[in-house]
């Protein structure tokens, strides 16, 4: 079964600054997705950024990018120019190319802060 | 307008008695999920269904019960074996497309006590 670790259970960042969230991963798939999920105080799951294991380059999404190393199965999240509103719990999740529908595997998440 | 509709937001439930989390959805996806949220524990997966009339058990299904007679719901009973259910629950769906994400509900809270 895959699993996905986040070794970092708490992290902070200077406002305007930039940070890395890290995120890991045990499969012995070639062929997956993975996500970064953002959720707020409101506790609402919003999706941030996604990446196909078969693609090369890095996701970016605004502020949003990801570090792919596939060989160390390395999936992690950098926020540039921190903003407040990017306080939140951050989850990695993995998800088998199997089948289209097949469940989510998450990490048990890095809390963010930032300060002003 | 499309959505995920949960409810309640909150529950409230004394020990020994079943209930039935409701998980609406009018996005025409085809698979919904429940997860389990728990302070440091990330999500867990409680069951999974794929199609109308077919469901399968996630990581901790114990304890839970599940149908899917409609494309837009699949409603989750906690029932009295589940040994701890005071939790956060996430509804979830996805069309089928392997890179599609997940979309959420905005979740139940139940306290049992």
């Not at chain 1, 940070?19 to 999920?37: A, P």
């Not at chain 1, 090369?56 to 921190?82: G, H, M």
């Not at chain 2, 959805?25 to 794929?50: C, E, F, K, T, V």
């Amino acid at each position: 079964a895959q699993t996905v670790t986040q070794s970092q259970p708490e992290m902070s960042v200077q406002e305007a600054e930039t940070v890395t969230l890290s995120c890991t991963y045990d499969t012995s798939e070639s062929d997956y997705y993975l996500f970064w999920y953002k959720q707020p105080p409101s506790r609402q799951m919003i999706l941030v950024i996604r990446q196909e294991a078969y693609k090369q380059q890095n996701a970016t999404e605004n502020r949003f990018s990801v570090n792919f190393q596939k060989a160390a199965k390395s999936f992690s999240l950098k926020i540039s120019d921190s903003q407040l509103g990017d306080a939140a719990m951050y989850f990695c999740a993995y998800r088998s190319a199997k089948s289209g529908n097949t469940p989510l595997v998450f990490g048990k998440g890095t809390r963010l802060s930032v300060i002003a | 307008d499309g959505g995920i509709t949960q409810s309640p937001k909150y529950l409230f439930r004394k020990e020994g008695q079943n209930v039935t989390l409701s998980c609406e959805q009018n996005l025409n996806h085809d698979a919904m999920y429940w997860y389990r949220q728990d302070p440091g524990q990330g999500l867990r997966l409680i069951y999974y269904s794929q199609i109308v009339n077919d469901f399968q058990k996630g990581d901790i299904a114990e304890g839970y019960s599940v149908s899917r007679e409609k494309k837009e719901s699949f409603p989750l009973t906690v029932t009295s074996a589940q040994k701890n259910p005071t939790a956060f629950y996430l509804c979830a769906t996805s069309i089928y497309r392997g890179h599609s994400p997940l979309h959420f509900g905005n979740g139940t809270r139940l306290t049992v006590t």
